[in-house]
């Protein structure tokens, strides 16, 4: 157990719909990644929050949408669904900006789209 | 150009044999992380070892060892004495945290171990 949770973990839902995925890092960790990891795109990076605030930005469609919270949780927004985001999103945190060490991965929400 | 290159899409091991899995990587950064991640079918993201690109020695954890060779930018895995539970996709990785903080990731080597 990483001490990283998210849900749901699973997720199905129709095109056109919008969804929110929700990650609660490790205790004490600031920085939050997400991550989608389909068949064909491998695993990508979408984006990093620190301390609420967006850090970085990857390969993340402008459908697509996250937050961090005070408490540190954090929400990636999905909308407009298409068939082609049905993939594995995956939430990590780390302590810090610029750690060397690993980034601790939740289990995933495994969404379909239909 | 990939930052992180996997030749070996799937391998085949008998139990109890030592394996190693490929990797090379690229990066103009001195100061980089390489990391090998291990999925089973079940779906998450396991850890499995680091290496700093400053570590002098190759990281060992358990039957998991890295061969570091810098000059070659190569990290490959090592698992020694197989067991059926090595079954799953690894995945190799590199954060470079000058630039950012993401993880980079392989396209991975599905590994199976024969009974």
């Known amino acids: 157990d990483s001490g990283v949770t998210q849900t749901p973990k699973h997720l199905i839902t129709a095109t056109g719909q919008r969804v929110t995925l929700r990650c609660s890092p490790r205790?004490?960790?600031?920085?939050v990644y997400w991550y989608q990891q389909s068949l064909d795109q491998g695993l990508q990076f979408l984006i990093q929050?620190?301390?609420?605030?967006?850090?970085a930005k990857g390969n993340i469609l402008e459908r697509f949408s996250a937050q961090q919270f005070p408490d540190l949780h954090s929400e990636l927004n999905l909308s407009s669904l298409e068939l082609g985001d049905s993939a594995l999103y995956f939430c990590?945190?780390?302590?810090?900006?610029?750690?060397?060490?690993?980034?601790?991965f939740g289990p995933g929400t495994r969404l379909t789209v239909l | 150009a990939q930052k992180i290159t996997q030749t070996q899409p799937g391998m085949f091991v008998q139990e109890k044999e030592a394996v190693t899995l490929d990797c090379t990587y690229d990066?103009?950064?001195?100061?980089?992380?390489l990391f090998w991640y291990k999925q089973p079918s079940s779906g998450e993201m396991i850890f499995l070892i680091y290496?700093?690109?400053?570590?002098?020695q190759n990281a060992t954890e358990g039957r998991y060892s890295l061969n570091f060779q810098k000059a070659r930018k190569s990290a490959n895995l090592v698992i020694s004495a197989s067991q059926l539970g090595d079954s799953a996709m690894y995945f190799c990785?590199?954060?470079?945290?000058?630039?950012?903080?993401?993880?980079?990731f392989g396209k991975g080597t599905r590994l199976h171990i024969l009974p």
């Open positions: 290496q700093g690109s400053y570590d002098e």
């Open positions: 990785a590199m954060r470079e945290p000058h630039r950012d903080d993401k993880i980079i």
């Open positions: 929050y620190y301390n609420g605030e967006e850090r």
């Open positions: 205790s004490g960790d600031l920085s």
């Open positions: 990066t103009s950064d001195q100061s980089y992380g």
């Open positions: 990590a945190s780390s302590p810090g900006l610029a750690a060397i060490g690993e980034q601790f």
